[in-house]
């Protein structure tokens, strides 16, 4: 294997758990729900799935931990934001404060322990194919599930009537309770998603990308999938593009570690996060306002009567 | 089984003000059955967290150590949430302002330099924040760029700038390696009120902010219009009140004040620049300020209660062998019921089993 399909292979596993907690907040923000906890819920799932993994030496339990976890971190979000109509922002904000503290307490005594890779999926004959072999058809259940999870989110949110209704809430929930859609049980559901997401990417990251656990691993990532749905104008797709962009910014940026340029080595560990801020920018000077954004996003739900 | 709310038309200062309190108590009883189900005495933990530090004069000394630059930064967010904006940065403007004031300190190591040092130490120290915190202002203004997301991501660019620095061209030379700067001259250093007292001129600074600020929010056109600009953005415009110009001057003030509490830790409590210089105050600061209510001198006392986290903390990861983890699970259980209990003080709350309601 060349250094180059290396380092494609490793964009792949870097973009993964970008992918997948990007789509789950994708269908919390389109209900019209903002989630700042993504960082709390992934660092979670990434405490409690390794937590699980090496207590019943069994991937399949972590990353069902890590999933459940994600789900009950959104769950008490979905407490306060629904059913007291907390403030969305500061709410999400205290779930990632939440979920950065407590995930230390769970993972403390797993610290040091590591975890054997997973096998990747190894399809005969076309994995023996030069160069794009490996890439395309010798990855990891995740990797074929996230994209195959792009799809059926777009398909979801674009052709079904579930989806619409999910939409049509997101994008002005006064009115939506007018028709006598279920705003609250909707964006219930769609919170739990976005937590399940978010805990399935925490298990991917500390089971398959570092196969060990250390406090705060999730190091923004988070947050750079939340910033990943803004840059994809809530569209899945674009989500799919954006995270593999950014899986890549980050392995480039380890790769210039290791090969010493002589710049000095927190300039490049900077990258991601300037990255988000300059794809942030171009946005917006591309489209001048947020474009895409649904209408009543971050708006508590308090019903007239 | 499902909530059903209904704005509140009339809402009792009572309830209001003891919102926090009744927030307070219920994150205490949840952090409690959490030190349960670790199978440790939820007893001995509030003993070793409140009780001790509150009883012992080291601790209360240490109390307004750590309450100062929570309460400066808190007070500095308090004008961003007031305008409704969402400045969660603080974090990187803190180090910022450690940064531009610490450059001084380190420029006149082992110089004759008098006096001045320490006035134009605080002054880079506030201008460090406060440019810091315009840079997510000016994206948002000029280029339609949310705030959020930006001022977390320059936290994590200070953060490393500040490693850079500590660990490359400002490590103290003779320091055996240690990734540190050279400790900073009497003159650079800020005094202590009382002598031989941990307690520096930085309590003082933060007193004055809450003082200036009650006047400022209170008894000024400026802090009508932040009223103005947060309850009723189209009523604010309406009346010529320009958003652009607020959310500069909101993010330059918060970015001022959490520059200032930086440069007054760095350069009284620390001494020195090194990688790490917070615990954590930026972000807990956001707790801070919405626990006091956005209000200045409600800001003041729940800065105390939050540094009354940190050092039960502390205390307890030693005497009871609780990790430091727990404070900060603590302080964002915290917050998430401060906010609860906001909501729930202008909303009419029923839980309807199914088949009741309508």
């Known amino acids: 294997?060349?250094?180059?399909?290396?380092?494609?292979?490793?964009?792949?596993?870097?973009?993964?758990?970008?992918?997948?907690?990007?789509?789950?907040?994708?269908?919390?923000?389109?209900?019209?729900?903002?989630?700042?906890?993504?960082?709390?819920?992934?660092?979670?799932?990434?405490?409690?799935?390794?937590?699980?993994?090496?207590?019943?030496?069994?991937?399949?339990?972590?990353?069902?931990?890590?999933?459940?976890?994600?789900?009950a971190m959104a769950a008490l979000f979905a407490l306060a934001v629904l059913g007291f109509a907390a403030n969305q922002v500061g709410s999400g904000l205290a779930l990632t404060i939440f979920g950065l503290g407590l995930s230390g307490l769970i993972g403390a005594p797993f610290v040091g322990a590591r975890r054997d890779p997973i096998a990747p999926l190894d399809i005969p004959v076309l994995s023996d194919l030069p160069i794009i072999g490996r890439l395309f058809f010798e990855q990891d259940l995740f990797v074929y599930g996230s994209i195959a999870l792009t799809v059926l989110i777009a398909l979801y949110l674009g052709r079904s009537r579930s989806g619409l209704t999910l939409r049509a809430i997101g994008e002005n929930h006064g009115s939506a309770h007018g028709l006598g859609l279920p705003v609250l049980r909707v964006r219930f559901l769609a919170i739990l998603f976005g937590g399940a997401c978010a805990g399935l990417a925490g298990a991917y990251l500390s089971l398959v990308y570092t196969r060990f656990w250390a406090p705060g691993m999730t190091s923004g990532r988070g947050w750079i999938a939340l910033a990943l749905v803004v840059f994809a104008a809530w569209r899945p797709a674009w989500v799919l593009v954006g995270a593999y962009i950014f899986g890549a910014a980050t392995v480039l940026q380890l790769h210039a570690q290791a090969a010493q340029f002589g710049v000095p080595a927190q300039a490049l560990s900077a990258i991601p996060y300037l990255a988000t801020i300059i794809a942030l920018l171009l946005l917006s000077l591309r489209h001048g306002r947020a474009i895409g954004a649904p209408g009543s996003l971050g708006v508590p739900f308090v019903p007239d009567r | 089984m499902r909530f059903e709310l209904t704005p509140r038309t009339s809402v009792s200062p009572v309830a209001r003000a003891l919102a926090p309190v009744a927030a307070f108590v219920t994150a205490f009883l949840i952090a409690g059955f959490v030190i349960w189900l670790m199978g440790r005495s939820p007893v001995a933990a509030f003993d070793v967290y409140v009780l001790q530090p509150l009883s012992d004069p080291w601790s209360l000394q240490e109390l307004l150590v750590k309450a100062t630059p929570l309460a400066l930064i808190a007070i500095g967010l308090s004008y961003c949430f007031r305008a409704n904006l969402w400045n969660i940065g603080a974090e990187g403007q803190y180090v910022m302002g450690a940064i531009f004031g610490g450059w001084l300190a380190l420029k006149t190591h082992g110089t004759d330099a008098g006096a001045w040092v320490l006035p134009l130490m605080l002054i880079l120290g506030i201008l460090g924040g406060a440019l810091y915190g315009l840079i997510p202002a000016f994206l948002k203004t000029r280029f339609g760029v949310n705030e959020i997301l930006t001022s977390l991501m320059l936290v994590y660019v200070a953060q490393l700038t500040l490693d850079y620095l500590a660990r490359g061209p400002w490590r103290d030379p003779k320091g055996f390696n240690f990734p540190q700067s050279v400790t900073f001259d009497p003159a650079a250093t800020l005094p202590s009120i009382v002598e031989a007292s941990r307690v520096n001129y930085g309590t003082v600074f933060a007193v004055i902010a809450v003082v200036v600020t009650a006047v400022v929010l209170g008894r000024t056109l400026f802090g009508y219009r932040l009223k103005l600009t947060g309850d009723a953005p189209r009523a604010a415009r309406f009346a010529g009140f320009s958003s652009k110009a607020t959310t500069m001057a909101v993010f330059a003030i918060s970015g001022g004040l959490a520059g200032l509490a930086g440069i007054s830790e760095v350069s009284g409590q620390i001494g020195q620049l090194q990688p790490s210089i917070s615990p954590g105050y930026g972000f807990t600061a956001i707790t801070v300020a919405f626990l006091g209510r956005l209000n200045p001198f409600g800001i003041m006392i729940a800065a105390l209660v939050l540094a009354l986290t940190f050092i039960g903390g502390e205390s307890a990861q030693i005497l009871l062998k609780l990790p430091l983890d727990l404070t900060q699970a603590f302080q964002g259980i915290l917050l998430l019921c401060v906010l609860s209990a906001d909501a729930m003080v202008s909303n009419r709350i029923r839980l309807v089993t199914r088949g009741g309601g309508k």
Request: with cysteine; glycine share 12%.
């Open chain 1, 1 to 71: 294997m060349t250094t180059f399909e290396a380092i494609l292979l490793t964009i792949v596993t870097a973009s993964t758990p970008l992918l997948i907690a990007a789509l789950g907040e994708l269908v919390t923000e389109r209900s019209g729900v903002l989630n700042l906890g993504v960082e709390g819920m992934m660092i979670m799932g990434a405490a409690c799935s390794f937590a699980a993994a090496v207590t019943f030496d069994s991937t399949l339990i972590g990353v069902l931990a890590g999933i459940v976890a994600g789900v």
